[in-house]
């Protein structure tokens, strides 16, 4: 079955970086995109960032934009968020989401990843 796990969270300081993980296992990694979210106490799950199969493309939320990167390595079922010059707004659970293959719902809309991660905790201290 899917499973997608995250890492590399925790307590960093405003200004700082994080590189997150997912490692996927249970199916074909490169034949699918990625996508990131997040999920603040008391809010909607909110889209950061997705990236193709291949890695060629990535789209990525204008709250993050600049500051976060994602990559993928195929190789090693992985793919990564890295994060800097991180704010306290971007405290947050993080999780990765599988895309669905020819999914209709638009890439920032987590309906269109039916497997999650359990996600894993990002605190940016001021």
């Known amino acids: 079955q899917v499973r997608l796990v995250e890492s590399g969270g925790g307590l960093v300081q405003a200004g700082g970086s994080l590189r997150l993980s997912c490692a996927a296992s249970?199916?074909?990694?490169?034949?699918?995109?990625m996508g990131w979210f997040r999920q603040a106490p008391g809010k909607e799950r909110e889209f950061v960032g997705r990236?193709?199969?291949?890695?060629?493309?990535?789209y990525y939320a204008d709250s993050v934009k600049g500051r976060f990167t994602i990559s993928r390595d195929n190789a090693k079922n992985t793919v990564y968020l890295q994060m800097n010059t991180l704010k306290p707004e971007d405290t947050a659970k993080y999780y990765c989401a599988r895309r669905q293959l020819n999914s209709y719902y638009f890439y920032s809309d987590p309906r269109g990843y039916p497997s999650w991660g359990q996600g894993t905790q990002v605190t940016v201290s001021s």
């Open positions: 249970g199916y074909t990694f490169a034949d699918y995109a």
């Open positions: 990236i193709s199969s291949s890695g060629g493309s990535s």
